[in-house]
């Protein structure tokens, strides 16, 4: 172990072929090459949350055997892996194993493995997204759901909406999300199903690359539909084509529209799911606006999960050394320095 310093090589040493995804926002496979440029400093891990990089590491000797751990590993301040934190890391898992690391555990292995301070268990959609494209990236079978499921979403079934199981329906948006059947299906249906479908699609198509014509055909029928307001959770489905002007500007318009705890969910979501949007100048002053009008803890909390994306933190330091805000943005940007002055 004194002689290995990164999870490159900690798990390019194990024998074992291994990958790595990223559930730290939208779920996706990261490549062994951003990896190692994080390691040695050359950037910073490029989607931090709470100032932690969330992977799924997983590894095999045959890959429809494989092995995965969810890890929650700390960043420094220039976003790459804290060193101490990941010799500890790697530490207690040799520990445990030893130098096999597909070995099945005993239980005494199993309890030390479980007191790993880095270990996390994601929740249930980021699990079924993590799942649905690790086995679509590898040839793996699908889940059990999804053939209902791919009957449901190309028009080929009338099963009730309440028997489709969450891994089935990521598993057909990642796998069939580029069907025509099933493009068609969720243009003419997904704003009318009942809300907790409308919710668990939504959330499923947050972790899949949305096709630029769907997600034009969706907000203009949202944006037609005048009697009623947009359920927030429309926005999460446009979490990969955040950048668009359509989008940026479908952004823009849903937050100057709503009010109360609405309006606190959609600054969560964006801050969390739609970061990409805020990189136009102008989608990134009106939030701040906006967010400024929210009580003195959330816009603290969202501006100290901004600022540590690489993209976004430059134009976060900005705002605090611009004297150009209206008086409540002003206000909340005085109470954050004087916050931040006091913990240093």
């Given at each position: 172990m004194s002689q290995i310093s990164t999870l490159?090589?900690?798990?390019?040493?194990?024998g074992c072929r291994w990958c790595a995804y990223d559930l730290s926002r939208q779920v996706r496979a990261l490549s062994p090459a951003l990896i190692e440029e994080v390691e040695t400093g050359r950037q910073p891990f490029p989607t931090p949350r709470q100032q932690k990089a969330w992977l799924a590491l997983v590894f095999w000797q045959s890959i429809d055997k494989p092995y995965i751990w969810f890890a929650s590993l700390p960043l420094d301040e220039r976003g790459g892996f804290q060193q101490a934190a990941m010799q500890h890391f790697m530490s207690i898992i040799v520990e445990a194993l030893g130098s096999d690391l597909t070995q099945d555990p005993t239980k005494e292995q199993e309890a030390l493995l479980e007191q790993n301070p880095y270990i996390f268990t994601p929740d249930m959609n980021k699990r079924a997204a993590f799942h649905a494209q690790f086995t679509r990236d590898f040839d793996l079978n699908a889940s059990i759901h999804f053939e209902s499921a791919d009957a449901f979403f190309s028009g080929n079934s009338d099963i009730d909406w309440q028997q489709l199981g969450v891994q089935g329906i990521h598993d057909v948006i990642q796998r069939k999300l580029e069907n025509s059947s099933v493009q068609q299906t969720l243009n003419l249906n997904l704003l009318e199903w009942p809300e907790p479908l409308q919710q668990a699609?939504?959330?499923?198509?947050?972790?899949?690359?949305?096709?630029?014509?769907l997600a034009d055909n969706l907000i203009g029928k949202a944006q037609s539909n005048e009697s009623s307001r947009v359920n927030p959770v429309l926005l999460q489905a446009m979490a990969s084509v955040a950048n668009r002007k359509g989008v940026e500007q479908f952004v823009l318009k849903t937050l100057q529209q709503s009010e109360g705890e609405t309006r606190t969910q959609i600054l969560i979501i964006i801050a969390a799911r739609l970061w990409q949007a805020l990189a136009k100048p102008e989608v990134f002053q009106n939030y701040f606006e906006v967010l400024a009008t929210d009580s003195e803890e959330v816009f603290q909390s969202l501006f100290k999960e901004l600022v540590t994306l690489p993209s976004l933190r430059m134009n976060c330091l900005q705002l605090l050394n611009s004297p150009q805000q209206n008086e409540q943005l002003q206000q909340q940007i005085v109470k954050l320095i004087t916050n931040m002055k006091g913990r240093s």
């Open positions: 490159s090589e900690f798990m390019n040493a194990s699609v939504c959330q499923a198509i947050e972790h899949a690359q949305l096709p630029s014509s």
